[in-house]
């Protein structure tokens, strides 16, 4: 699990590693310029020429190692000084005494140089104008550097932070978009926050040896999700189990119309693992949920077409709701029975999040620890709209308190949040899973999971991750375009496989 800091923190860390590994601040910025250009050389053609654009602190002073590095590669490269009121760092003039050839470096003191600074024949463009150490609102000349930098077709690349971007609060004005940032030794808390995708565009962290026990003894509520934490929780088969104590589940989804949220969730809910599963279905869709999930015993609704008649939770382990169950009145009130003799956590989705938001009195029906999976539209009926994504996370949190239990906002780096504050996002998971049936598919997988034994945080945690990586999995046979949620099921199996 990657921790996620401050810009406050991440300065203390930079100052401990200095302190106590020990080593200078320069030697430091080399190795991060290093890790840099380590990366990129594995990516940029040598044919390319680079602009880097520096500020006067130890995002600038990045800047200029890069620069020297690359030219060291042979790449040709071109870098522009912006000269603000602020003081040049002691490190970042350390590099520019580096740099042999002074007649690459460029300044920009005003608009004037600005104006005949040219940056069209960059085909990469290098963002070292501000890192962590953003203290205000970009204004002026360095505003005016970034517009141009964004006006330009080149590619764009971040050095740490995208200049303008705050890490740790919601940003104002101007910020350089990137289309990719290298983020230096841990990931970023505005990285994960859909709102901020348009300035960051996609990024990897590069480890630059920062002093590992003092992030150990950091004090977050925010981490990122790595394999190697759901390997750790990962629970193995034993040769003597059978499907009693494989976990008994009992799904309630679907209506007539609406049985493949149904089928996906059932379908998925077994390729997790769940020993036994009924489905409980309005009984003009019987057939339907026989034929497609006959792993999955039926159990009939009193109504044709939809969820009318609670059925008994005795002897089951987890219970899951919601998939394309609609919103009659009736629904509704045998969800509110549902909830009434629930003891145990319940998976609750989709329309049964919608029926909570519609009748707010059930919130206080649902059982502790329960597991809430909305979409941020789904969330928005519960909460109320947000003023930016740190708001909306906050909402977030302050939900999982108020009802005790786990949310599982749905997005790139779907966000889990437990009654304790603590957030932890995916890290797996693309583009492709942005399609109808998806959300089933989760919400089968955290169901069989639960029921299989794992405490509903694990639950979550687990089945987030795990369909993210089935669906990184089919991607790359079935490309962004044209998956499906069927296939995430499919590529359950070598998920798992991969994970163990
Ligand atoms: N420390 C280390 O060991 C390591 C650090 N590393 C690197 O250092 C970066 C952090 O460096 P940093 O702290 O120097 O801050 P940085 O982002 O360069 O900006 C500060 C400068 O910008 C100025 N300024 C701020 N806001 C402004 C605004 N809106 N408009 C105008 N000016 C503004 C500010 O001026 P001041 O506020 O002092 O007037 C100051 O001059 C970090 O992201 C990473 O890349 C790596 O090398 C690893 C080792
Ligand atoms: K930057």
Redesign the pocket.
Known sequence: MLKILTAEQ??AL??H??MNEPIT?VD??E???QAFVSWFCRHVDVVQTVGIIC????????GL?IARLLLTYNYKVKVWIVR??????T??TANLNRIATKHLVNEISNEQELSSSDFTDCHVLID?????????????L?EAVIKKMNDTTAYKIA???P??LQIDKPSI?TIFKADFTLT?QLPKLAFLLPENFQYVGNWQVVR?G?DKKFIETSDTKHFLLEKKDVKAILKPRNKFDHKGNNGKALLIAGSYGKMGAAILAARAAMRTGLGLLTTHVPSACLTIIQNSAPESMASVDGHEHYFTTTPSCEDIDAVGVGPGIGLHNETKRAFEKLLQQSKKPLVVDADAITLLANHPSLLLLLPPQSILTPHPGEFRRLVGDWANDFDRLEKQKNFSKQIGGIVVLKGAHTSITSPNGKVYFNSSGNPGMATAGSGDVLTGMIMSLLAQGYKPLDAAIVGVFLHGWAGDLAVRKMGEISLIASDIIDFIPPAYHDLR
């Open positions: 991440i300065r930079d100052a590693t200095i601040s430091l910025m190795r991060a310029g500020g006067t602190g130890n995002n600038g002073g990045d190692v603000g009121e602020s003081k040049e760092s490190d970042f070292a104008l501000f890192g962590t150490g953003l203290s205000r609102k970009v204004v002026g360095q050095v740490d932070v200049s303008g004005g230096f630059i920062l």
